[in-house]
């Protein structure tokens, strides 16, 4: 069964450091890989999307890695800001579910002025 | 991105009553579309996949008599929760997308359900 875990699953951080957030999935075989963002109460926005055949995406703050055969995704999120605490979510989509979008259990991170 | 509207946002309706949630894909014909519910402080769990003119394909565990997806253009996607109870209520989600598994999925806004 194709899963998807996300560590920590919280995170307090002071404002103004880098930090990374986890996400790794049970099988390699996968189409594309997406980050969310979640605040509380309100749905998703979509923060980046990797291709399988794609190492990384960067916009802006956020720069997302996936590393396919060690079944890896990192989000990156540099000069982090109190605007930046939310729930974030990782979701794959395998070829053996016919591409359904499996989540992980998500970060919660806070960003303390 | 484009864009998926989801409606009502939010929603209050008592026991025994049913409730019909709609997803739209404004710009895009979405071939394949999701429904998810999260209960509080937990992740998206799909509850079925419903692809243009086709019935469901639901989960292990949800009841497709209960949460009823009819996805009959390649625009409009609804869940009806059939005789709801107050254990239904959550927050579901719709996704949408067009065309191959390996194009992003877009989500709407969310729908807040509860019952009393």
């Known amino acids: 069964k194709q899963e998807v875990t996300q560590i920590p699953a919280a995170l307090s951080v002071p404002e103004g450091e880098n930090l990374v957030l986890n996400c790794s999935f049970t099988?390699?075989?996968?189409?594309?890989l997406q980050w969310f963002r979640q605040d509380p109460g309100k749905g998703l926005t979509s923060l980046l999307l990797i291709q399988s055949s794609q190492r990384e995406q960067t916009s802006g703050r956020l720069n997302a890695s996936l590393d396919k055969s060690s079944g890896r995704s990192t989000l990156y999120i540099a000069a982090s800001q109190p605007g930046d605490s939310a729930t974030y979510l990782c979701?794959?989509?395998?070829?053996?579910?016919?591409?359904?979008?499996?989540f992980g259990q998500g970060t919660e991170l806070s960003v303390k002025p | 991105g484009a864009v998926v509207s989801q409606h009502p946002s939010r929603v209050i309706c008592k026991s025994g009553t049913s409730v019909k949630i709609e997803c739209r894909s404004l710009?895009?014909?979405?071939?394949?579309m999701f429904w998810y519910r999260q209960f509080p402080k937990q992740s998206l769990m799909l509850m079925a996949t419903?692809?243009?003119?086709?019935?469901?394909?639901?989960e292990q565990g949800v009841e497709k008599d209960k949460f009823l997806i009819n996805h009959a253009s390649l625009t409009l996607s609804t869940l009806t929760v059939t005789s709801a109870h107050p254990e239904d209520s959550s927050f579901y989600i719709c996704?949408?997308?067009?065309?191959?598994?390996?194009?992003?999925?877009?989500f709407g806004q969310g729908t807040r359900l509860t019952v009393v």
């Open positions: 710009d895009f014909q979405a071939t394949t």
């Open positions: 419903s692809n243009e003119g086709s019935k469901a394909t639901y």
């Open positions: 979701a794959v989509s395998f070829y053996n579910q016919g591409g359904k979008l499996i």
């Open positions: 996704s949408a997308r067009a065309g191959h598994p390996n194009t992003e999925a877009f």
């Open positions: 099988d390699s075989a996968i189409y594309n």
